[in-house]
């Protein structure tokens, strides 16, 4: 079931960019939406993107700053990209697939596919059939009803959240699967931040950064980044980090990859931007090795804790330690018995390094550390997030301003997903709260997270799945073990806004769904509706669509849950009513979510509202003891064998999560491809290779070796024995089975590779 894979012969590169933004970014935002939407729709979407008034981005989870100090152009270049490509004018309909036949679509690749345009129609792969034809609404929520209630044990369903959905259509989505009897419900978290829940839920109790927008742009006098691309992963976070750096606040990058977001950013919204030198945010770019970034955190508190043996009462506070924290003891001994050379060796760092970025620590009062999943996809990362704990904790930077713990989420609600309740398993409390709610009682046995999901359809304990957005079958690892999953199920339907994928990997029969985007009114027959979203910084704010929908057989997220609940179980959980006034929706999340009281009153005011989090407003951590705790992580990194590198998954720049826009990457100097591989240049040399090689990539697992062939070596500033390639391209590497410890997050940034020569060349290309 593999597409052709591209020949990347014709890949150009020119080295990594020093800059980000500025003019060109201006150039290519225009171009695209032109293509794309037309003058016309540009200006209807792109005035109302992340406005008070108007719909959020459907891109990244970066929040906004208050209502009184939006721009007019409140997006950046990757946001123009992912509004064109919901509000584009092509159409995907009953004649496309008409003239493709599914075998014909799965040699295509991502871009290609995505590029075709906006699912039109509901479209139905008959058992046996070779193309997808039209089928009605009513006919298709009947087939899913039906299919629902004829299987033995309703955890033989699962029902999977992308994180681009409503907090009202994931509500409505987490009660359909648990009035039918399930908690499988597998989110995109569980391959992103799961990590990063896991370990803040068992320190500080709360599962979710600690930090607003003006702690970054006004209060931080220390931000360090590590294991996150903010210029290319979240661009909007650079003019808040251009703020910072202006007011004179510090920014440390620990990164193994040099990243045009640390460099100059020239900020295509200010003079000095445009046309002058830009702002150099970064004053120290740490090149720690993959999978490093434990090791250094640990150094950092080892130097911190060596640094208060030498002063004592001069470096930590012991008042927030005393009253706030356990633990302490216990940590403060295994640190100072950490051996500096297995720091050293293990982050691709010199103790030097270290010890100078903790000095900057100790001249800050209010330190904040952002991370993504260069931190949360390791073996090691919940134990990686546990010690930034406790270098936060070490002097007292949670709970004050501009302090505390960051992670910065990838989808724009993915975060709220979860606060509605998608997730396998949910605290009794939520569950009591939707019991007492809508008069049933809700399973209580653990569901399936994404892994164990894709386990339960390889080994034939899955009938039906049922996607809410996304691209399960390119976001998740083992290309080719989860494909092959998704195929041995019954049924597969997917509700989305273009055609991906996963929609070619489909069950033995397979809908598709076609629903409204983001940037589309939603009219129902109570009016027109609006739906919320929560961003990374707990900011729950309303999201209305400007423009027609694109067809007229689409339906809304929510619309869709609705009716399939109505077609499932009748109405006595008022599902029509639902569907025809969100506002019942949302009174129902006030009753059962907490911090949601007077949902409707709040959110109706510029710019919403923000979610109660104790450990930041009171210095109140809800674990077991009442306190923060504080935890031992042992230095651990992946081992790599001789004659192989450990292998990082990374975005290109015109790339958002498994959506690709175009095939250049003007950051990283890559054009027109995106099978490369990036290598150290001494990696290179001893491989006795060349920059432009052909290569293949081989992981080595305990499981077997898994290979993706035909990538292009590119000779970048990598840490010795470190090598990136971009994702999806190389999930096909990542084992199943290669997860993080305690949240079982795919450790998708760590792979043990053998580079060798490519045995075959790539293939025909694919026809455009």
Avoid at 456 to 474: C, E, K, P, S
Avoid at 726 to 751: G, H, M, R, V
Wanted: glycine share 10%.
């Amino acid at each position: 079931m593999a597409e052709r894979p591209a020949d990347p012969s014709g890949t150009g590169t020119s080295g990594p960019r020093k800059s980000s933004a500025g003019i060109h970014g201006i150039t290519e935002s225009a171009r695209y939406s032109l293509s794309e939407m037309g003058p016309r729709r540009s200006l209807q979407t792109l005035l109302a993107v992340n406005q008070a008034d108007g719909f959020d981005c459907p891109s990244c989870a970066w929040g906004e700053p208050g209502p009184e100090h939006r721009k007019t152009a409140e997006f950046c270049e990757n946001g123009v990209k992912a509004v064109a490509w919901e509000a584009t004018r092509k159409r995907v309909d009953a004649t496309f697939f008409a003239e493709h036949s599914v075998a014909g679509l799965r040699e295509r690749d991502g871009h290609w596919l995505e590029s075709q345009g906006r699912l039109a129609q509901p479209m139905h792969l008959a058992p046996g059939a070779t193309h997808y034809t039209p089928i009605t609404w009513d006919d298709a929520l009947a087939l899913v009803a039906g299919r629902l209630r004829r299987l033995p044990d309703p955890n033989r369903a699962v029902f999977y959240t992308s994180g681009r959905t409503s907090n009202e259509a994931a509500f409505l989505y987490q009660l359909l699967a648990r009035r039918y009897g399930t908690n499988n419900l597998p989110d995109c978290s569980n391959m992103c931040h799961e990590s990063s829940g896991t370990a803040l839920s068992e320190t500080i109790g709360v599962g979710k950064g600690l930090i607003a927008y003006d702690d970054i742009t006004e209060h931080a006098d220390l931000i360090i980044i590590a294991g996150q691309n903010p210029g290319t992963s979240h661009p909007r976070m650079l003019t808040a980090l251009e703020q910072a750096k202006r007011r004179g606040a510090r920014i440390i990058a620990a990164n193994p990859l040099p990243e045009a977001g640390f460099g100059r950013f020239r900020n295509p919204q200010t003079p000095r931007g445009l046309i002058g030198p830009g702002t150099r945010l970064a004053d120290r770019c740490l090149p720690v090795r993959v999978n490093g970034d434990l090791a250094l955190f640990a150094g950092l508190n080892r130097a911190l804790i060596d640094a208060e043996d030498a002063a004592p009462g001069s470096v930590l506070d012991h008042d927030f330690i005393d009253r706030y924290c356990d633990g302490f003891e216990e940590a403060a001994a295994a640190w100072r018995a950490l051996d500096w050379p297995l720091i050293e060796t293990l982050s691709g760092l010199s103790r030097r390094h270290i010890r100078d970025c903790a000095a900057d620590v100790r001249a800050a009062r209010s330190v904040i550390v952002c991370w993504a999943m260069g931190l949360t996809q390791h073996r090691n990362s919940v134990a990686t997030i546990r010690e930034i704990v406790d270098f936060l904790l070490l002097r007292g930077n949670i709970g004050r301003p501009g302090a505390g713990p960051a992670p910065i989420r990838g989808h724009s609600n993915v975060q709220g997903d979860r606060t509605m309740g998608i997730g396998e398993q949910m605290p009794d409390t939520f569950l009591d709260a939707l019991r007492d709610e809508f008069g049933f009682d809700p399973p209580r046995a653990p569901g399936l997270d994404t892994v164990d999901a894709i386990r339960a359809m390889r080994d034939g304990r899955i009938d039906v799945f049922v996607g809410l957005g996304g691209n399960f079958a390119a976001a998740a690892p083992d290309t080719t073990v989860t494909e092959a999953a998704l195929a041995r199920c019954a049924l597969t339907v997917h509700i989305a806004t273009k055609l991906n994928r996963s929609h070619l990997c489909h069950g033995t029969e397979a809908l598709l769904l076609p629903c409204l985007g983001r940037t589309e009114r939603d009219r129902q027959a109570g009016g027109e509706q609006f739906v919320t979203v929560e961003d990374t910084m707990a900011m729950v704010h309303a999201s209305r669509g400007r423009i027609l929908p694109g067809s007229p057989h689409l339906r809304s997220e929510v619309a869709i849950v609705a009716d399939l609940g109505r077609a499932l179980f009748g109405d006595g959980l008022g599902w029509r009513a639902m569907r025809d006034d969100y506002t019942l929706i949302r009174r129902h999340i006030e009753h059962v979510v907490p911090g949601f009281h007077a949902f409707e009153e709040r959110i109706r005011r510029p710019g919403g509202f923000m979610l109660p989090r104790p450990p930041r407003d009171s210095r109140t951590f809800p674990t077991d003891t009442g306190k923060a705790h504080f935890t031992v992580n042992p230095p651990t990194a992946a081992e790599v064998p001789p004659g192989h590198l450990l292998l990082t998954t990374v975005r290109s720049h015109d790339q958002f999560n498994t959506t690709v826009y175009g095939l250049d990457d003007r950051y990283r100097g890559i054009t027109g491809g995106r099978r490369v591989v990036f290598l150290n240049r001494d990696d290179l040399r001893d491989l006795h290779l060349h920059d432009g090689d052909l290569v293949d990539l081989v992981s080595v697992n305990p499981d077997g070796e898994r290979r993706a062939a035909g990538f292009r070596a590119v000779r970048y500033p990598t840490p010795r024995g470190c090598a990136a390639a971009y994702y999806p391209e190389a999930n096909t590497l990542a084992a199943l089975d290669s997860t993080a410890e305690a949240s079982n997050t795919p450790a998708t940034k760590s792979i043990v590779i053998r580079v060798e020569p490519a045995a075959a060349g790539p293939g025909p290309r694919p026809h455009p």
